[in-house]
């Protein structure tokens, strides 16, 4: 620690460069603080920290992290109270650049695993980034030894020791999170493919702001048909709506809050923060957002259960496309979501391709289905159920021709829900019942396709491996810029800096010895969930944030071919 501020006092006044020197291990009376990687200038990347100290300091109650998903809550909470620490301590900018900036990342309203706050081995690790104060590029010492032995000394002991934390809510994150994932398993044993709790806050304060609506907001609250109830580890018995597996549809007026629940429903796979208001809406963890994505480039799927006979002959076994429309994306997000074993499809009208979606009877008497290449999601819907155990839950205020083909119909009237099954059933005219369903064309199947592994290759100009996020929507990995704009239940730009280095560890390990990008993604994901993200990277980061398979696939999908 001292010898940190002799080596402070050497280096003041000399040229950026000589912070270099400061790189090393640092021993403090309750942690020990490395300086992991120095910047190069005060503009560039901050500088990269860690900071270590042994539960014997930091005292935190053990039955926080017994199990993996605790550890999982509480590596969250401490994250954020480190944030909240810095915001408190931290002096903030000085001098130019990025000086005296003091950073961790945490998640937003989920709960994501990370790598920036670690619970490992009877000792909390925190990964921060310094920017590393400067005057031009002239080092100010005094300001990063105010940094060193004033703020960190504070954001340590407010941020990770226990006595000084709000032990209350920490523990009511951790059995919050706990009893999230506990609901989740639940589901599918009970042949549901949601659950949405009553008294659940669902609508968000902007479509860019994630946190909950404050005012007039109305609570969830299941029609009693379809209601039921759980026990939860620490909760106790909850009640609210149980979507159950099949075709599920939701309908009502415009306004009146079906994109809400759907989006929701699509936030399911992750588990949320106490006071989000969706704590205890989950959906099963392989459900899949699926949309139209025009102009998305489209690589070798067979989209022919869906397009079939396309002008000029065009191959929709094997169907490429730098330049998808409208109803080639949203086949396409289908095929490729079933082909990652996705077990629920949530599609929005709103976000789809009205040709895909229906094809109503007076269209059909006018172009003949010989003539017509797509052979809607209408008719397709319950075979995909029934053949591969897969539930769609659509939103679908616009046409009745859905009914015939659901087993659950939902409304939202002023954002009350409805089951209104039975009188959506009576309006089906028997004889309306899918005729063109006799002449389908072959059943889907779960594709067994691989990318090709030239595509993978992580090379940019001189760079051997290039990988970086530019933003959450944008992966450029070699010579590819990866558009992720429409993966909709990608929600954090760690998880698309991890998709990077996945995609790359992919290639490198699993690509060329298993048959199929599901098997060989599995087998990637697998590895990084045994061993932690750390392994992805060959530096030490707090950047990166674990997705999920689906959106590792879509980042792939999405690599144009050229
Ligand atoms: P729809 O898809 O039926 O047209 P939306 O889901 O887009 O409707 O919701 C319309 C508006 O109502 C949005 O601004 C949303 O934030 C708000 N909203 C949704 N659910 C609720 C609710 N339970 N209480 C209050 N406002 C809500
Ligand atoms: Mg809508």
């Given at each position: 620690m001292e010898h940190l501020r002799t080596q402070l006092k050497n280096i003041d006044g000399k040229g950026y460069k000589a912070y270099k020197q400061l790189e090393g291990c640092y021993h403090f009376q309750t942690y020990s603080l490395t300086i992991d990687h120095v910047q190069g200038?005060?503009?560039?990347q901050p500088s990269r920290l860690s900071i270590l100290v042994s539960n014997e300091d930091a005292l935190l109650a053990p039955e926080l992290f017994t199990s993996k998903v605790r550890r999982v809550a509480a590596e969250d909470f401490l994250a954020r109270a480190v944030a909240t620490a810095i915001k408190k301590h931290a002096k903030g900018?000085?001098?130019?650049?990025?000086?005296g900036e003091i950073r961790i990342e945490t998640s937003g309203q989920q709960v994501l695993v990370r790598n920036s706050l670690l619970i490992e081995a009877g000792s909390i690790e925190a990964r921060i980034t310094i920017g590393l104060p400067a005057a031009g590029r002239t080092i100010l010492a005094k300001e990063a030894e105010d940094i060193f032995f004033i703020e960190l000394p504070n954001i340590i002991a407010q941020g990770l020791f226990f006595s000084n934390l709000d032990q209350s809510r920490f523990k009511i994150h951790v059995e919050s999170v706990e009893d999230q994932d506990y609901l989740r398993k639940q589901l599918l044993q009970n042949k549901l493919s949601a659950f949405v709790a009553d008294n659940a806050l669902l609508p968000r304060q902007s479509g860019i702001d994630d946190r909950p609506l404050q005012k007039n907001v109305i609570p969830f609250l299941s029609p009693e048909s379809l209601a039921c109830s759980f026990t939860l580890p620490n909760r106790g018995k909850i009640r609210g709506m149980g979507i159950p597996c099949g075709v599920t549809l939701i309908v009502g007026g415009g306004f009146h809050g079906k994109s809400t629940l759907l989006h929701a429903l699509e936030r399911g796979v992750y588990n949320h923060i106490p006071g989000d208001g969706r704590e205890l809406v989950v959906s099963d963890r392989t459900a899949v957002k699926v949309r139209a994505e025009d102009n998305r480039s489209i690589t070798n799927i067979n989209i022919s259960p869906f397009i079939d006979h396309l002008p000029f002959a065009?191959?929709?076994?094997c169907f490429s496309t730098e330049n998808g429309s409208g109803s080639t994306s949203q086949a396409a997000n289908i095929i490729e979501a079933l082909e990652d074993e996705a077990t629920l499809l949530l599609i929005d009208e709103d976000t789809s391709a009205s040709n895909f979606m229906i094809r109503d009877q007076r269209m059909q008497q006018l172009v003949t289905n010989a003539k017509e290449p797509i052979t809607p999601f209408l008719h397709r819907v319950q075979e995909i159920h029934t053949t591969l155990g897969v539930s769609s839950i659509i939103v679908m205020g616009g046409s009745g021709d859905y009914f015939e083909v659901s087993d659950t119909v939902i409304m939202l009237d002023s954002y009350t829900a409805l089951d209104v099954t039975l009188k959506a059933h009576a309006l089906v005219d028997e004889k309306s019942i899918q005729k063109t369903q006799s002449s389908l064309a072959s059943l889907l199947k779960h594709q067994v396709r691989r990318p090709?592994?030239?595509?993978?290759?992580?090379?940019r100009g001189r760079k051997a491996v290039s990988i970086d996020a530019k933003s959450k929507i944008t992966l450029l990995y070699g010579h590819h810029d990866i558009d992720l704009s429409k993966v909709e239940q990608l929600i954090d730009i760690g998880q698309t800096r991890s998709i990077g280095l996945l995609i790359y560890f992919y290639a490198t390990n699993y690509a060329s010895s298993t048959n199929s990008l599901n098997a060989g993604l599995k087998m990637a994901l697998a590895a990084v969930e045994e061993k932690g993200l750390d392994m992805l990277s060959i530096w030490k980061t707090g950047t990166l944030a674990l997705p999920r398979l689906h959106e590792v696939a879509a980042a792939i999908n999405r690599i144009r071919g050229k």
């Open positions: 200038d005060p503009f560039a900018d000085r001098g130019i650049g990025k000086s065009r191959d929709t076994n090709n592994i030239e595509q993978l290759n992580p090379a």
